[in-house]
């Protein structure tokens, strides 16, 4: 069983910038390729971006345009999302994923196998 704790989310203007932290429980955190997606009121959970088990891999949703960076830090269990350039349309509560295959979590086919329990991010207009 992996956790997923996130943090790192509030409310920015735009134009702002937050970044995303979130920590896993699990002593093999480096066997697992780490995804963040978001769900807007009244949406549907949509992909923001992964990175593979070693972090050498990374795919970002394309409405991001270069603002969003994710990376990790296996000696710390630990994903991150830098959000940049933040827009009122990026207000949504994000979640922190986790599965071993790295294309789960990048093609958005089906559900991973850990979710966290989701950061609130309000951008305001």
């Known amino acids: 069983q992996v956790q997923l704790v996130e943090s790192g989310g509030g409310l920015v203007p735009t134009g702002g910038s937050l970044r995303l932290s979130c920590t896993a429980s699990?002593?093999?955190?480096?066997?697992?390729?780490m995804g963040w997606v978001r769900q807007a009121p009244g949406k549907e959970r949509e992909f923001v971006a992964a990175?593979?088990?070693?972090?050498?891999?990374?795919s970002y949703a394309d409405f991001e345009k270069g603002r969003f960076t994710i990376s990790r830090d296996n000696s710390k269990n630990t994903v991150y999302l830098q959000m940049n350039s933040l827009i009122p349309e990026d207000t949504a509560v994000y979640y922190c994923?986790?599965?071993?295959?790295?294309?789960?979590?990048?093609?958005?086919?089906?559900?991973?196998?850990?979710w966290g329990q989701g950061t609130q991010v309000t951008v305001s207009s």
């Open positions: 699990a002593h093999t955190f480096s066997n697992y390729a």
């Open positions: 990175i593979t088990k070693s972090g050498g891999g990374i």
């Open positions: 994923t986790a599965d071993r295959s790295f294309d789960t979590l990048r093609l958005n086919g089906g559900p991973p196998e850990y």
